[in-house]
């Protein structure tokens, strides 16, 4: 620029008011510290934020995160959350559709439910907490139960960092988390809560030696799931061909999850005592299964929806058959029972929406056997009751 052109800016801005330089030298200040970062205040209980003008928000101190979510309307200029360690709670980010990465420190407790719902382009989470408590749940509306998933319709989050010192990934954490194909668990780890990955798109998963607990339905309905390995050094679980047992005495002796991807023919181990409630739920793609000649109890809906499983073999050794084992197993034509004396059950083992026609599925037990079967209650029905040969 020119020094007389120079001259006149200088000249012209002289000739203001008092009042209207200042105003101009606010503007221009604020626009400079606007280009480092947009905003810092301190908000309350020791916590402060700030908004980088790369638009990460940084949110530090120590306690409980404000419920008022102050930096609400800055969510458009919001790409990434970084909690700083001493933050115990995370409030409502609900919606925050810039929002692609999610950093949890170490001190969080409790995530509120639905507190990142809705935020679609959100792709990274990185979870630290050791022992978060609370994150999601469920709830009844009218008599129907209703999951709160932390990261409900995030569609685009397929990767899940867990920290080498988390101790506790807790119920419902990854709930309906479709695009999350894979993960690793760490060998800190110890607890995995009740549907932790339920719904997942997870296809395979290996499960740590620290871990001691895993909580009901954790895996449970991941469609795409193929396999589940356990460390061998762990105490509390193992795994045999990709499904999950929990273990006594370096036995596997309670059958707990089949991932529902398994395809083909499986023999349950005759160290086995047990198969817990849905343990085979949903597994479309088997086709047949023997129990191992040790177990005793299945549990409700053990086989329900397995629709192309065309053959079972139950062994002499069970003497307690749970409700709706074979719910919608339409491929069945053929059910060995090995028990020479029929084990007492109801009208409902066999019930359930699209139960089994026992009027086409034959049902095989010992010579000595069929007129024994013939009259016993929940047995009587089926139309074809012939003798093993």
């Known amino acids: 620029m020119k020094i007389e052109n120079q001259m006149e800016i200088i000249y012209g801005f002289k000739q203001l008011t008092v009042a209207v330089r200042f105003m101009i030298i606010t503007l221009c200040v604020t626009l400079f510290l606007g280009s480092c970062d947009k905003k810092e205040t301190f908000v309350e209980s020791g916590i402060t934020w700030r908004l980088t003008a790369n638009g990460t928000l940084i949110i530090s101190g120590r306690g409980e995160m404000p419920?008022?979510?102050?930096?609400?309307?800055?969510?458009?200029?919001?790409?990434?959350?970084?909690?700083?360690?001493?933050?115990?709670?995370?409030?409502?980010?609900?919606?925050f559709s810039n929002l692609k990465e999610l950093t949890?420190?170490?001190?969080?407790?409790?995530?509120?439910?639905?507190?990142?719902?809705?935020?679609?382009?959100?792709?990274?989470?990185?979870?630290?907490?050791?022992?978060?408590?609370a994150m999601g749940g469920t709830s009844s509306r009218m008599g129907t139960s209703y999951v709160y998933?932390?990261?409900?319709?995030?569609?685009?989050?397929?990767?899940?960092?867990?920290?080498?010192?988390?101790?506790?990934?807790?119920?419902?954490?990854?709930?309906?988390?479709?695009d999350l194909t894979s993960i690793t668990i760490p060998n800190s780890v110890e607890y995995i809560g009740e549907s932790?990955?339920?719904?997942?798109?997870?296809?395979?998963?290996?499960?740590?030696?620290?871990?001691?607990?895993?909580?009901?339905?954790?895996?449970?309905?991941?469609?795409?799931?193929?396999?589940?390995?356990?460390?061998?050094?762990?105490?509390?679980?193992?795994?045999?061909?990709?499904?999950?047992?929990?273990?006594?005495?370096?036995?596997?002796?309670?059958?707990?999850?089949?991932?529902?991807?398994?395809?083909?023919?499986?023999?349950?181990?005759?160290?086995?005592?047990?198969?817990?409630?849905?343990?085979?739920?949903?597994?479309?793609?088997?086709?047949?299964?023997t129990?191992?000649?040790?177990?005793?109890?299945?549990?409700?809906?053990?086989?329900?929806?397995?629709?192309s499983l065309t053959s079972i073999t139950i062994p002499n050794s069970v003497v307690s058959i749970g409700r709706n084992i074979f719910q919608a197993c339409i491929s069945l034509s053929e059910i060995i029972n090995?028990?020479?004396?029929?084990?007492?059950?109801?009208?409902?083992?066999?019930?359930?929406?699209?139960?089994l026609d026992k009027t086409v599925v034959i049902l095989r037990v010992p010579a000595g056997s069929v007129a024994a079967y013939k009259a016993a209650d929940g047995w009587k029905d089926f139309g074809n009751i012939v003798a093993i040969e």
């Open 149 to 178: 998933s932390v990261f409900e319709n995030c569609r685009n989050l397929t990767i899940v960092n867990i920290g080498n010192e988390v101790k506790t990934i807790p119920a419902y954490a990854f709930y309906g988390l479709e």
């Open 67 to 95: 419920s008022d979510s102050p930096w609400w309307e800055f969510q458009d200029s919001i790409t990434a959350v970084v909690i700083e360690d001493g933050v115990t709670t995370i409030g409502y980010f609900s919606g």
């Open 291 to 307: 129990i191992g000649n040790s177990v005793e109890t299945i549990g409700n809906g053990a086989f329900s929806g397995c629709i």
């Open 196 to 289: 932790a990955f339920n719904s997942s798109g997870l296809t395979s998963i290996t499960i740590p030696k620290s871990v001691v607990y895993i909580g009901n339905q954790a895996f449970s309905w991941c469609r795409n799931l193929t396999s589940i390995s356990v460390d061998a050094d762990n105490n509390a679980f193992g795994s045999d061909n990709g499904v999950l047992f929990h273990k006594y005495k370096s036995e596997k002796t309670i059958l707990i999850l089949c991932p529902m991807a398994k395809t083909g023919v499986y023999t349950i181990p005759n160290s086995v005592v047990g198969i817990l409630d849905n343990a085979f739920l949903f597994c479309n793609g088997l086709t047949s299964v």
């Open 338 to 355: 090995q028990s020479a004396i029929p084990q007492a059950i109801d009208e409902y083992v066999f019930g359930g929406y699209n139960s």
């Open 104 to 133: 949890i420190p170490n001190s969080v407790t409790s995530i509120g439910r639905e507190a990142f719902s809705g935020c679609s382009s959100l792709t990274t989470v990185n979870f630290n907490a050791v022992d978060c408590a």
